[in-house]
């Protein structure tokens, strides 16, 4: 695993995705398989309660 930045969707309903921009994560170097460390989900959930549910795709640059 070796720690990278990249572009992630959440979807918080229905009709809404956030994309989360360079968020850090730590992807396996021979499979696309990722995982994301306890500090950054726990950061991830707050910047996700913020989310506007009227918009169907928001894009928030992530910021430790």
Do not use: H
Not at 38 to 54: H, P, Q, W
């Amino acid at each position: 695993m070796r720690p990278t930045k990249s572009d992630l969707p959440f979807k918080t309903s229905e009709q809404t995705i956030v994309i989360l921009k360079s968020l850090p994560a730590l992807q396996c170097e021979n499979c696309a398989q990722y995982l994301i460390e306890d500090a950054v989900l726990s950061r991830v959930d707050k910047i996700l309660t913020t989310v506007d549910g009227a918009a169907e795709l928001e894009i928030i640059r992530y910021a430790a």
